[in-house]
């Protein structure tokens, strides 16, 4: 069995389907079905359940998957070996941030880092899961949670504010003024389940309890679109809301939420040179708490 093998067989056991499997190792779901039933002949056994839901281990597939990962954690430790011995700045570095942090924060001064390192290709990966940095699903993060476990090496990247915004004119339809403390009259933008926990989840969840949900998505972007259009009430980031016209802030930052910014790199990455300077251009770009914002 080669390493390719278990990188295609690893990938379907995480994701559950071929389709997320191709996409996650940038190929067509063909080729990872082809490549899944030429593992399976060549093993003699089923490794997989193909069911509509999608596919689940077989105990067969299970106890590979075990000894499939710590293959790749073997792997992907000389692989990151050679790599922090890289001391020239130049190759592809992998970024996983938000939409709208990829979008706002990092994409303006693309250029600029570019002019300072043109033999650096960088790749931007903008959701708002988590990528997991050790199984190098990324290079460095630039994430609004600090991890609490793992080998990596954490820099603080500032804040990235949010106040509670609305279109002037769902304000003036609905008797919302700056200052208000009763959101009961209101409809709100939030999350979707599975996202609740981060951003401005948790904070209408408190303060909300009694307010229609408006509209509930996975992307922040989506969220701003909607508050613009006048669909409902959403928390935004102060820096890109605060310019729009059509928009009003009901609450200010001290009143809702600041997430402090992290940067992160596994520990294994940070010596070489290209993933250094990546990481020193997260933390620069990012707004300080109290100092004007880099890419205001």
Not at 5 to 14: C, N, S, T
Not at 54 to 66: P, V
Not at 216 to 244: N, W, Y
Request: with cysteine; glycine share 8%; aromatic share 6%.
């Amino acid at each position: 069995m080669e390493w390719d093998d278990l990188k295609y067989f690893l990938a379907v056991a995480r994701n559950g389907s071929l389709t997320d499997a191709a996409r996650a190792l940038k190929t067509s779901a063909a080729t990872v079905a082809r490549r899944i039933s030429a593992l399976e002949r060549r093993l003699g056994a089923r490794l997989f359940e193909r069911k509509q839901t999608g596919y689940t281990l077989t105990e067969s597939g299970e106890a590979i998957r075990l000894k499939g990962e710590d293959v790749e954690e073997a792997t992907l430790s000389v692989e990151s070996e050679a790599l922090g011995r890289d001391l020239r700045p130049s190759g592809k570095v992998r970024i996983a941030a938000s939409d709208d942090i990829g979008t706002h924060v990092i994409s303006p001064h693309l250029a600029d880092f570019r002019r300072r390192y043109p033999d650096i290709s960088l790749e931007i990966v903008a959701k708002m899961d988590l990528a997991n940095l050790t199984r190098r699903e990324a290079d460095v993060a630039l994430r609004g949670q600090r991890p609490s476990q793992g080998d990596f090496v954490v820099r603080s990247a500032g804040s990235w504010p949010f106040g509670l915004y609305a279109a002037r004119s769902y304000a003036k339809a609905h008797g919302l003024k700056p200052g208000l403390s009763d959101l009961s009259k209101a409809e709100i933008i939030t999350w979707t389940e599975e996202h609740a926990h981060v951003r401005g989840g948790p904070w209408f969840a408190q303060h909300a309890r009694g307010a229609a949900v408006a509209l509930a998505s996975d992307s922040a972007r989506v969220h701003f679109a909607a508050c613009k259009a006048g669909v409902g009430i959403a928390i935004l980031p102060s820096e890109l809301a605060g310019r729009e016209r059509d928009l009003i802030c009901l609450l200010p930052t001290e009143r809702v939420l600041s997430v402090d910014l992290w940067a992160v790199v596994h520990r294994d990455l940070i010596r070489t040179a290209r993933v250094r300077a990546v990481m020193d251009f997260l933390v620069d770009l990012a707004p300080k708490r109290g100092a004007k914002s880099a890419f205001q």
